[in-house]
């Protein structure tokens, strides 16, 4: 019995003791001085949990959240790119979480695993691709940060580069024909003039609107700017819209972008597939048409029409030629008539 007792108190003596010391240390570590320490700490701290329990404290969610931060602040990643990565590696991370794998340890047998599961769910080869580019970020970023010394190959699936769907001159036609509302007119006129992408279109203020010069200032990918030109007629739509349907909707005088719902407030994604979709509708095209393809179309008119593709490269805001040269596979009657025109025995 006295043993016990001895016993008891010897327990708690070294556990004080530890406690004391543990808890020293972490309060003089924990400064800007030791950012490093505080990512390990954590690390060690969030082991402990089961990670299988499928929920915040698996022990790469916190680590997802600085990467993110860190993608957003010092890569200027878009708010889209931010939400996008954010899904791909929740996703992952269920998945290995729920069988009790350390995402911070995968080799190449979990890899396999991972794109097996995917397969199997019926994703896309585009999707997959999608998920293993946010995972390779993610694990470069551990590594830059001394996380993780190495991670495992992994290939990924081929991607069939599909030609860009377009409108014919003729259904772009019907389109402008059509019996639109003032918005709905305005929409389509400014991205068939100026080939902005979705998000750059529901980003646009109105003080980034240059009515005299002819212009428009786009916030692209990776927050560059870049000037886009616009003609008469989506300028004149815009003119109407501000005169007689914007400010019917406003709520807040602080908010300056351009397209606004009936509520007021800022339009989404969702709002702007369904304006376009309902002008295609009212226009009786025979297809289904997406914001998208109004960029497609304006990009394969100009080369139609001998535009040079280093100038359609920056007006749809192209980092690389080679994102702009897909459209020379579309222009295949312009191929036929240049042919035809300087060919000897055509």
Request: aromatic share 10%.
């Amino acid at each position: 019995m006295a043993n016990s007792k001895i016993s008891i108190f010897l327990f708690f003596r070294i556990y004080s003791d530890f406690y004391f010391t543990i808890t020293s240390q972490s309060k003089s570590l924990k400064s800007p001085d030791y950012p490093q320490f505080q990512i390990t700490l954590r690390m060690v701290n969030e082991t402990s949990n089961v990670p299988g329990e499928n929920n915040g404290s698996y022990p790469a969610r916190s680590l997802i959240d600085d990467f993110l931060n860190f993608k957003s602040i010092e890569s200027y990643a878009s708010k889209n790119t931010i939400s996008t990565y954010r899904t791909c590696l929740n996703k992952i991370c269920d998945y290995f979480s729920d069988r009790y794998i350390d995402i911070l340890s995968l080799d190449r047998s979990a890899m396999i695993g991972l794109m097996a599961y995917m397969r199997g769910k019926g994703l896309s080869n585009k999707t997959i691709c999608l998920r293993l580019v946010a995972l390779r970020e993610f694990f470069r970023y551990l590594m830059m940060e001394g996380v993780i010394k190495k991670f495992p190959y992994f290939e990924y699936p081929k991607l069939e580069r599909k030609i860009p769907t377009y409108l014919t001159y003729k259904e772009i036609d019907k389109l402008f024909k059509a019996p639109l509302n003032i918005k709905q007119r305005m929409i389509l006129e400014v991205l068939y003039a100026t080939g902005m992408r979705v998000s750059e279109l529901l980003d646009l203020k109105i003080y980034n609107i240059d009515f005299d010069k002819g212009f428009v200032k786009c916030l692209g990918k990776g927050e560059k700017e870049r000037l886009v030109p616009i003609g008469s007629k989506a300028i004149e739509a815009i003119k109407v819209y501000l005169k007689e349907v914007r400010p019917k909707l406003v709520r807040d005088e602080k908010v300056d972008n351009l397209l606004l719902t009936r509520t007021g407030k800022v339009y989404r994604r969702e709002n702007l597939w369904e304006n376009v979709r309902n002008s295609a509708r009212v226009a009786k095209l025979k297809r289904h048409v997406k914001p998208h393809d109004l960029r497609h179309t304006l990009a394969t008119h100009l080369l139609d029409n001998e535009a040079d593709i280093i100038f359609i490269k920056e007006i749809l805001g192209h980092v690389s030629l080679l994102s702009t040269q897909i459209y020379t596979h579309v222009s295949i009657s312009h191929l036929k008539k240049v042919h035809k025109k300087y060919h000897p025995r055509a």
